[in-house]
Antibody, heavy 117, light 110 residues
Framework: QVQLQESGPGLVKASETLSLTCTVS????????WSWIRQPPGKGLEWIGY???????DYNASLKSRVTISVDTSKNQFSLRLNSVTAADTAVYYC???????????WGKGTTVTVSS | SYVLTQPPSVSVAPGQTARITCGGN??????VHWYQQRPGQAPVLVVY???DRPSGIPERFSGSNSGNTATLTISRVEAGDEADYYC?????????????FGGGTKLTVL
């Protein structure tokens, strides 16, 4: 079964760019759909966007102007960049995979990102 | 955008049946998926496509979907079932495709 591991800075300054990477093991990134989801402290889940191995993407309309998701098939990794962060972007960020796109099969363990002023 | 509504909390005694609802406009026309999130852990898929279970999920977990309400049913509830539960649909009603999550329901085992 595919396993996912998020990595990246746990602290980002306001107005700067949040960058996270998800490393895929136990399977090829050249299959499935790869997504990012976040969860602010004490709150529910929010889908950020997804990428297919071909590079096609779709993003949550509320974040689209600030988000880029990319894939590096040579490293079996995909990445998230979120520009111009504010305190509202403080959350646990999960990477995830979907065989069927419409639901999430596998989740990473999540990584906490705090935006500081 | 499409909205999913869940009760904030549900309480049930061990051995009883818990029912967690997810409301949405004509949700019966969509496929509904359910995730369990134990404290401090990542979510886990427990039901997909309204009523199917991934391998390794106990038969105690079941789902249904009709009209404006989808329901996750947990039979013979155990202490280990205490968690937050989220429903989710794939919404293609706008010019974008997106995943929509309900607000989550905290299941308390008394």
């Amino acid at each position: 079964q595919v396993q996912l591991q998020e990595s990246g800075p746990g602290l980002v300054k306001a107005s700067e760019t949040l960058s996270l990477t998800c490393t895929v093991s136990g399977g090829s990134i050249s299959s499935y759909y790869w997504s990012w989801i976040r969860q602010p402290p004490g709150k529910g889940l929010e889908w950020i966007g997804y990428i297919y191995h071909s590079g096609s993407t779709d993003y949550n309309a509320s974040l689209k102007s600030r988000v880029t998701i990319s894939v590096d098939t040579s490293k079996n990794q995909f990445s998230l960049r979120l520009n111009s962060v504010t305190a509202a972007d403080t959350a646990v960020y999960y990477c995830a995979s979907s065989r069927a796109l419409i639901y999430i099969d596998v989740w990473g363990k999540g990584t906490t990102v705090t935006v500081s002023s | 955008s499409y909205v999913l509504t869940q009760p904030p909390s549900v309480s049930v005694a061990p051995g009883q049946t818990a029912r967690i609802t997810c409301g949405g406009n004509n949700i019966g026309s969509k496929s509904v998926h359910w995730y369990q999130q134990r404290p401090g852990q990542a979510p886990v898929l427990v039901v997909y496509d309204d009523s199917d279970r991934p391998s390794g999920i106990p038969e105690r977990f079941s789902g249904s979907n009709s009209g404006n309400t989808a329901t996750l049913t947990i039979s013979r509830v155990e202490a280990g079932d205490e968690a937050d539960y989220y429903c989710q649909v794939w919404d293609s009603s706008s010019d974008h495709f997106l995943w929509v999550f309900g607000g989550g329901t905290k299941l308390t085992v008394l």
